[in-house]
């Protein structure tokens, strides 16, 4: 047994600042000074702190490190784990107080959070089945099965007001009831792991932290609607999910948590994993489904519904992680508990990923109804270089951009709809006034061209023509009438495109287009970019009063377009400028400026 | 897996080990000096007692952990026990033989183990 528990974050945030080797220097230093018996290093899922990872916690002090180098780890083994004295140099900064180091639950990263989803994720060992079984695990489906009818599972979940946490936000128990009243002889329950928000990382970090609770839950989908065969459908691009998903999916099989008679119930269930390629199209639904059976990622017309006839035209439900994650507790809760939480047509909690200029970059639950001003605020620990919010832009690609005016919008599906964005996934990108928001646009645009299946016109020729026309704009070559145009297009893809991809694709330019105006007016009528981003409205010019002739920016300059001589004013052609700005970094007398 | 009760068993066995990493401001703390002092004088094997009875015992409510040097080296090994709500006890010149039989009085059974306290000690 051991005295002591070393939690190093396996994230993939922090695995790619550094934890592979952190995890190695502590084995080696436990080792040395012969501890191996006492304490026990576990890799766990994430923390949610990515920003200031690699993260590492131990127990049973509860002590929160923070950015911990492999060099630093002989001092946490000798000092912290040997003579119990804790290194406060490495404690993440708000733990530490006059008073000493206060719990982490209690900073404001953490205390306004509510944990359901990610209950276990940077607690538990995710390769550990009996870990997950420790917090609980496997007894909701032990329950449903011997307790409960399948109907009765239905309704706990209808009553618990579950949305589905992908985007839409359809009721999950509907979904359920829907798929058990089509009778087949095969039913099936799909995950859509496949994430593909630029920005967003909620489902992986669920898989990677805590992958039983997925396969857990979809047992129990499967016991509810009448289904024995289960299929995760996850992008390739996340390895270490998929290697954690594999070992849970062995684990829980070998446990008789998976296969055949689970609980002595008679109820059978498996589950198998299908790796995607990384389309975006394919985190729609019946595109999924189509992938899946083996055939090109393209959409069908609904309907026939997935619950009618979905994967190999049998009825399917098909659910996203973050919404399976939430099952079991509320199973072993109870619907009222879950419905407590959150504002009353969006119940329990919302994981988030925060992203863009924001202090803590990482992943956040909170209870639904929590203002935006207090995710990006308290939680996220504000914008960093003391400037200022303009706009937080949600639902990635198929979602829309909240404004400073709508800052302290209480956060749930029907807020964020009502104002022209949606929930989404839960990526959520914090901008500034560096931002530009016609270029925001054109990036999310930009994605949606390449990701664009080409199955129907609307999408695949509208997403083009409108990206051309961000483009025109961005170079200053924008008329009123494209203003107006781009609106027409807008509506016409989303009134015509064939599935959710090419209907949300303009929702990043309506929803700019409304509340940024001004910027789109800027660049069409003045021809100027008011955040200086887009290159071609910028010039850079160097004012002769303040210029000492250095020549620095002319011998740094790519192009050559900076002339003069020494200990003179130096002059930038502008025909010849291409807006690199490395004159203006070099310049030391901030004689360089963007106009 | 045929019946909850299975599971049940499973999940106790690891509970016990995976109470380690529970926050909990109720928790009752027992604390070891680990100072170069109370190494010197066998403070190790006693941390290890201690939190192998614990977890053995499925004590969940107890968190065993480790301090620098309290100051009363000649002392070491020394075990201070935090109940919420209660003073500190402190026990000196402890051994793996005399922890197990705190926790056996003093945690388990609420009665403080007189003979080995400081002020029995040092009087």
């Known amino acids: 047994m051991y005295r002591s528990h070393v939690l190093v974050c396996g994230g993939t945030g922090c695995t790619s600042s550094g934890t592979p080797k952190v995890l190695e220097a502590f084995t080696d230093e436990i080792k040395k000074a012969g501890l191996e018996k006492e304490v026990a290093v576990v890799q766990t ?97 032990g329950r449903a099965l011997t307790q409960y009818t399948p109907d009765e599972v239905i309704q706990i979940i209808l009553d618990s007001g579950l949305r589905g946490r992908g985007g839409g936000g359809f009721p999950t128990g509907l979904k359920w009831k829907l798929a058990r009243g ?90 198998e994993l299908r790796l995607g390629a990384g389309a975006f199209v394919c985190g729609e639904e019946t595109a999924l489904i189509t992938s899946i059976e083996g055939n090109r990622g393209e959409p069908r017309p609904r309907p026939p519904f997935p619950a009618q006839k979905g994967l190999f035209q049998k009825p399917t439900i098909l659910n996203n992680v973050e919404t399976y994650a939430n099952i079991p507790q509320i199973i072993l809760n109870g619907a009222e508990w879950f419905s407590s939480l959150g504002t009353e047509k969006s119940k329990g909690t919302k994981v988030f990923a925060l992203g863009g200029k ?51 919008i209480p956060i749930d599906y029907d807020n964020l709809l009502e104002i022209g964005s949606m929930m989404g996934s839960g990526g959520l990108i914090v901008m500034d006034e560096d931002n530009c928001m016609v270029d925001i646009a054109k990036f999310f645009l930009e994605f949606t061209v390449d990701e664009s299946c080409g199955k129907c016109t609307p999408c695949r020729v509208g997403t083009k023509r409108l990206y051309e ?97 020494v200990k003179e004013a130096h002059i930038i052609d502008q025909d010849k400028c291409i807006k690199c700005g490395v004159c203006m970094e070099k310049c030391r007398f901030g004689a360089i400026s963007i106009r | 897996m045929k019946s909850l009760e299975e599971l049940k068993a499973i999940r106790e066995t690891m509970q016990a080990q995976m109470g380690l990493r529970k926050e909990d401001s109720n928790q009752t703390r ?27 015992k499925g004590l969940t409510n107890v968190m065993v952990t480790q301090t620098g040097c309290i100051g009363l080296c000649q002392y070491e090994p020394i075990v201070e026990i935090l109940e919420p709500g209660k003073d500190k006890v402190t026990y000196v010149k402890m051994t793996p033989e005399k922890a197990l039989e705190i926790v056996d009085q003093h945690i388990i059974r609420g009665q403080i183990v007189s003979k080995y306290t400081i002020s029995e000690i040092v009087g």
Not at chain 1, 490 to 511: D, F, M, R, T, W
Request: glycine share 10%.
């Open chain 1, 45 to 141: 899922g994430c923390h949610g702190l990515c920003a200031l990872g690699p993260i590492v916690v131990i127990y049973p002090e509860a002590t929160f490190y923070s950015m911990v180098k492999p060099e630093d780890v002989f001092e946490i083994v000798n000092e912290h784990l040997l003579k119990g004295r804790i290194v406060t140099r490495l404690v993440y900064d708000e733990t530490v107080s006059e008073e000493g180091i206060t719990s982490i639950s209690d900073t404001d990263f953490y205390k306004k959070q509510h944990r359901i989803a990610l209950r276990n994720c940077g607690i538990i060992n995710p390769e550990s089945i009996d870990e997950y079984i420790a917090t609980n695990g496997y007894e909701a489906l």
């Open chain 1, 182 to 271: 089509n009778d087949a002889d095969q039913k099936y329950v799909c995950c859509n792991a496949d994430e593909g928000d630029p920005g967003a990382f909620m489902d992986r970090s669920v898989l990677e932290g805590d992958p039983h609770v997925v396969l857990e839950a979809m047992a129990i989908a499967g016991y509810a609607i009448g289904a024995s065969m289960g299929y995760i459908y996850i992008r390739a691009e996340y390895p270490i999910a998929v290697e954690r998903l594999s070992i849970a999916i062995s684990q829980a099989r070998e446990y008789g948590l998976l296969g055949k008679n689970i609980f002595g119930s008679g109820f059978d269930f498996d589950i």
């Open chain 1, 358 to 408: 924001i202090h803590n970059t990482g992943l956040v639950e909170i209870p639904m109804g929590t203002t935006l001003r207090e995710v990006v605020e308290e939680i996220g620990g504000g914008i960093p270089d003391g400037k200022k919010f303009k706009a937080a832009q949600t639902g990635g690609p198929s979602g829309g951009c909240i404004p400073y005016s709508h800052y302290d």
């Open chain 1, 469 to 565: 026309m961000l483009e025109k704009i961005t170079e200053g070559k924008g008329t009123m009438e494209d203003l107006e145009k781009l609106e027409d297009l807008c509506k016409y893809i989303k009134e015509n495109s064939l599935c959710g991809l090419g209907q949300s694709a303009p929702n990043p330019v309506l929803s700019t287009l409304q509340f940024f105006k001004d910027e789109y007016m800027a660049h069409v009528v003045d021809k100027k970019c008011p955040a200086a981003v887009c290159k071609a409205l910028l010039s850079y010019v160097i004012d002769a009063e303040l210029c000492k002739g250095c020549t620095l920016c002319s011998r740094s300059c790519p192009n050559n377009a900076i002339s003069g001589k």
């Open chain 2, 30 to 56: 027992i604390v070891v000096g680990m100072a170069t002092c109370g190494i010197a004088s066998g403070a190790r094997p006693v941390l290890t007692a201690l939190s192998n009875i614990v977890q053995e």
